[in-house]
């Protein structure tokens, strides 16, 4: 029996993982167990972890993290506490691999206690690029400590061959999210209105922003450039989502809730949990800000995008995204061209897709078990 734990983080990543888990969980031969930790048992970032459970999965090993504050040094220590407990932790589980998903600062500790454990690293979503946050270095840093890669594009497999992986290490498997999203069956408009309280109007956004964390750019000149733009469509329906724990996301928090209460037909909700998320990216008629569900997921909706700044920047792009600089003026127009009509599925030009993606990654699994 090969024991696999596979790592969440965060909302955003464990919408990505769930097929994975699922299918692990009844394949013959691997006991797989579910690892919470990050922002998932955070009462500051919605207690995710009982979406979780909601679902029907079982966290076998929750593992509060210390968030004291949204500070780098703080971020730091909480990485180091992460890795003490993590360390603990797979000394007495003994896997025979983990799986971590992209590039969040809260993985590479993890990522460095399993080797220095001799348990395997399975790796999704390395080889992309990222230019705009510390996420790039991680992403890069957990790919040369992975022992397989599941890519999600033919570009990214192929920079992880070039950058030292053997062919039989990397596997073009495709997106998550984009099976996510063309397998959904979404939640009605009523229905998200049931859930959320949100009202839609003629025209709707999803917005979503995480600080920049490589930029030159202060992260509460980015958010006010940001807001700026946003205050100029009164009529458009605004659902707000909240930032992750990034450094800075404090100062966004705070521009949100006072954007929503001062600004029209604005709503505000720390997580909406994947399926209600995934849902009302398909209802809105564009999705804003930089998170990289605008770039992965949305396409496959055909909704249209508008990337902010340069979080995102180096990722490939399908062509209903539409990127502008942090500058109102340039972020307004870029609204506005979302807004003056939608863009139609195109999964056979979406760098994301590949059909059967699950299924793609549990047969490279399947073969470095072996």
């Not at 398909?282 to 902010?308: L, Q, R």
Request: charged letters at 20%.
């Amino acid at each position: 029996m090969n024991k696999i734990i596979i790592v969440t983080t965060t909302r955003a990543d464990f919408g990505l993982l769930h097929r994975l888990v699922e299918r692990l969980g009844h394949e013959p031969g691997i006991d797989a167990r579910l690892l919470a930790t990050g922002t998932h048992l955070s009462a500051d970032h919605g207690n995710t972890v009982d979406e979780i459970t909601a679902a029907g999965f079982e966290v076998a090993i929750p593992l509060p993290m210390e968030l004291e504050s949204d500070h780098r040094g703080a971020l730091t220590r909480s990485s180091a506490g992460l890795m003490d407990r993590i360390s603990a932790i797979l000394e007495d589980q003994q896997p025979d691999a983990i799986i971590l998903l992209g590039d969040r600062f809260e993985i590479l500790p993890i990522a460095y206690a399993a080797v220095m454990l001799g348990v395997r690293i399975i790796h999704l979503h390395g080889g992309e690029i990222t230019l705009g946050a510390i996420d790039n270095k991680i992403r890069n840093a957990v790919s040369s400590l992975a022992d397989l890669h599941l890519a999600a594009t033919r570009q990214a497999a192929d920079r992880l061959i070039a950058a030292g992986a053997g062919q039989d290490q990397v596997a073009w498997v495709g997106a998550p999210g984009v099976e996510n999203a063309i397998s959904l069956n979404p939640a009605s408009r009523d229905d998200i209105t049931a859930a959320t309280g949100f009202t839609f109007c003629q025209q709707n956004i999803l917005f979503t922003f995480h600080p920049e964390t490589v930029s030159s750019i202060s992260t509460h000149d980015q958010i006010d450039q940001t807001l700026s733009a946003l205050s100029r469509f009164p009529e458009v329906g605004k659902f707000l989502s909240m930032p992750n724990a990034d450094p800075g996301n404090q100062m966004i928090r705070q521009r949100l809730a006072a954007f929503r209460e001062a600004n029209p037909n604005t709503w505000l909700w720390e997580s909406l949990g994947h399926h209600l998320y995934l849902s009302m990216m398909k209802a809105v008629d564009a999705v804003i800000g930089n998170s990289s569900s605008g770039i992965i997921e949305a396409p496959a909706f055909g909704t249209m995008t508008v990337n902010i700044g340069d979080r995102q920047k180096g990722r490939e792009q399908a062509g209903s995204v539409i990127t502008c600089r942090l500058d109102a003026n340039e972020i307004e127009a870029a609204i506005a061209k979302a807004l003056s009509g939608m863009a139609k599925p195109d999964l056979d030009n979406h760098p994301y897709y590949r059909a059967d993606t699950t299924e793609r990654m549990m047969a490279a699994i399947r073969a470095m078990l072996a």
